[in-house]
């Protein structure tokens, strides 16, 4: 068994390959060939923590995919010195079903995560975006401002927390990373991030929308990756109401996405105002923008087709680059 840890994962799996992975994870659960059931969550009361269950098998041109991953939610984490999101991605040989790769899993989900957003933006923003704003100075933070710098020439990104240091510290950070801008800056309120942006990234764990509706612009795209609850919520029900909504997966989408759940239940639109889901644009089979005055969005919870192709990018890349630890198991 080969064992990559969180800077192995980091090497082997690139933004630009990870967001083409994306690509395809979405489009085989749209078309069938991924087989990628509810995730199972399990609450730890004790710790008011959350643990989900992922499994997944992927049928790609780039061959079968296998995997599971195990990632716990731990708010008490933090002042202990650990980081909230715990995470593994067990890998198994889809024709023998033989564990054959262990990665350390919360490197892998920050980095598929900003990719869903990076495939999104791909698909979905306008060609000549140049302005992001990302809410959120976490782990998922970065992989966002990370994926719009990959997907799109931005050439200014204002980064928006609760928390100003840690705000500031990721704007510093961000700016000496290959292919990021150098014009990050740390926006004094939700309004000077969202006004200008062409792009806007959510990437909190807010229960309540994180911006003003009449702040964004006609033309803007949306990647919401955060609100993986009901109870959750970071964008504007209004401006959902103007949208043209795509998600990674219908069935999961309203089972989990606050974003969607609290709009429904309040009777201001139903499931038929969602567009598709984004494999379903990468296949042809629902248009995306179809002019540059629309508001697009995305909403993505995750599904374990993600994790399996992540995994399988870059198991690929660290044999090839002689990354990792082999075990006898």
Do not use: W
């Not at 262990?102 to 989900?109: A, D, F, I, W, Y």
């Not at 990719?115 to 933006?121: E, Q």
């Not at 923003?125 to 966002?144: L, M, P, Y």
């Not at 609760?162 to 801008?181: P, R």
């Amino acid at each position: 068994m080969l064992i990559l840890t969180a800077d192995d994962v980091r090497k082997a799996l690139p933004m630009s390959e990870a967001i083409e992975a994306m690509k395809k994870a979405y489009a085989s659960f749209s078309n069938g060939t991924a087989v990628v059931p509810l995730r199972t969550r399990l609450p730890i009361p004790n710790s008011e923590a959350l643990s989900l269950f992922m499994p997944a098998f992927v049928n790609s041109q780039d061959g079968n995919a296998l995997a599971i991953k195990v990632v716990s939610l731990f708010p008490t984490n933090p002042p202990r010195g650990l980081a909230y999101i715990q995470a593994a991605v067990l890998v198994f040989d889809a024709e023998t079903g033989r564990a054959i790769a262990l990665l350390e899993g919360s490197s892998l989900t920050a980095i598929r995560t900003g990719a869903a957003s990076g495939a999104a933006i791909d698909l979905l923003a306008r060609k000549d975006s140049r302005v992001a704003a990302i809410f959120g100075a976490g782990a998922q933070g970065h992989t966002q401002l990370e994926a719009v710098c990959s997907a799109r020439k931005i050439e200014t990104a204002f980064i928006f927390a609760k928390n100003m240091a840690k705000a500031k510290a990721f704007a510093q950070e961000m700016k000496s990373k290959n292919g990021i801008t150098e014009d990050i800056r740390v926006a004094s309120s939700a309004k000077e991030a969202v006004e200008h942006a062409d792009i806007i990234c959510t990437a909190t764990t807010s229960t309540k929308p994180v911006f003003d509706d009449k702040d964004v612009r006609a033309g803007t795209h949306i990647s919401a990756v955060g609100s993986y609850t009901p109870d959750m919520q970071e964008v504007p029900a209004e401006t959902l109401q103007r949208a043209k909504i795509f998600v990674d997966s219908r069935a999961a989408s309203l089972e989990e996405a606050g974003d969607l759940i609290q709009p429904i239940r309040a009777g201001l639109f139903d499931e038929s105002h969602i567009r598709g889901e984004l494999g379903e644009v990468v296949l042809g089979k629902v248009s995306g923008r179809e002019s540059q005055e629309e508001i697009t969005y995305f909403k993505s919870v995750g599904i374990a087709a993600q994790d399996a192709m992540a995994a399988q990018v870059a198991l690929n890349n660290a044999r090839k680059m002689n990354l990792g630890t082999e075990v006898d198991f």
